[in-house]
């Protein structure tokens, strides 16, 4: 349920209502989609909207602001927003969903900022050098902050750093498998995801495409889909079981993210150009996943 990606746009799944969350940076709004009929609604946020994370459980969204420092919290149900002060350039949100903790990374100040879900009080944690993503697991509660520089990830444990695990060169997006315990880490520039065992923290490296940009993990299938955007923009399926590869082109233009709902085995992949999802179905036990559909989320006007 969390996402995170470019000035240009992120997306992310409530799967429990079958709802699709995009924001777009670009026009600074919260486009939120109804997964059964397609129809989109959208919700003013701060200046560059950056990352979005979902709460099924609260019906909130957070939007990371990357232009003003700042959170935008989105009611669901009402759609009324609140805004909440974070550090410099906020670049990525996670959370704990059993704890209502959200964790927010922000790569200007090399902090994450953690928001407690029911009252929106701050506080602050120093990590490594630019971290650009932060992602948690639900049932161990550890926060893993990948930082894009020393192309390693933090590892906290509560509200202390327990340990450094290197990753790929330009490590950047991260997934989590709670299932599995495993952490997906993208080193853009060695074109390759690290594999963390969460508990002995080794690592096992996959080959993948071109500049690996965004990663989404279908825990109750146990398959990690990556999204290459070098070059040819394509899609990687790895076999969580068996780390086998599978590659599909995404069939959009300026692909720049993916999420997957686990509920109906569909993926959704955010095209930059034209500012569209394209729709995939990713049946379980299929590989590569194929095209269904492609949606429009901003008119004309917007762009």
């Known amino acids: ?39 989109v609604t959208l919700v003013p946020t701060g200046t560059n909207s950056y990352a979005l994370a979902v ?20 009611d669901t149900i009402t759609l009324a927003t609140t805004t909440v002060n974070v550090g410099v350039h906020p670049s990525s949100v996670a959370i704990d969903l059993s704890r209502n ?9 090399n902090t994450v900022t953690v928001i407690n879900g029911a009252t929106n009080a701050t506080a602050t944690i120093a990590v490594g050098t630019y971290p650009a993503n932060v992602a948690v697991n639900p049932v161990t509660h550890t926060i893993y902050v990948v930082n894009i520089i020393s192309s390693d990830v933090t590892v906290i444990n509560g509200k202390k750093i327990s340990s450094t695990v290197q990753a790929g ?21 060695s074109s390759n995801i690290t594999v963390i065992d969460g508990k002995t923290n080794a690592t096992v490296t996959i080959p993948v495409g071109n500049s690996p940009d965004a990663i989404a993990v279908d825990e109750i ?16 399926t790895i076999d969580g079981k068996t780390n086998a590869t599978s590659t599909v082109p995404t069939e959009g233009q300026g692909s720049i993210d993916l999420a997957v709902n686990v509920l109906t085995n569909q993926i959704y992949v955010m095209n930059n150009a034209g500012s569209s999802i394209s729709l995939f179905s990713g049946v379980a036990g299929t590989l590569p996943p194929q095209l269904l559909h492609q949606l429009i989320i901003a008119p004309n006007a917007l762009r």
């Open 101 to 109: 903790k959200v964790y927010v990374a922000n790569s200007g100040s």
């Open 221 to 236: 299938g146990n398959r990690i889909y990556v999204l290459n955007y070098n070059n040819v923009e394509s899609i990687t």
């Open 55 to 74: 709460n099924a459980y609260t019906n909130r969204v957070y939007v990371a602001n990357f232009g003003d420092g700042t959170v935008t919290v989105v």
């Open 169 to 189: 060169s330009s490590a950047d997006q991260i997934g989590i498998n709670s299932l599995t315990n495993k952490i997906y880490v993208a080193g853009r520039a």
């Open 1 to 39: 349920m969390n996402a995170q990606k470019s000035l240009n746009g992120a997306l992310a799944i409530n799967p429990l209502t079958n709802t699709i969350y995009a924001v777009d940076g670009v026009n600074n709004h919260l486009a939120i989609i109804d997964g059964a009929t397609r129809a």
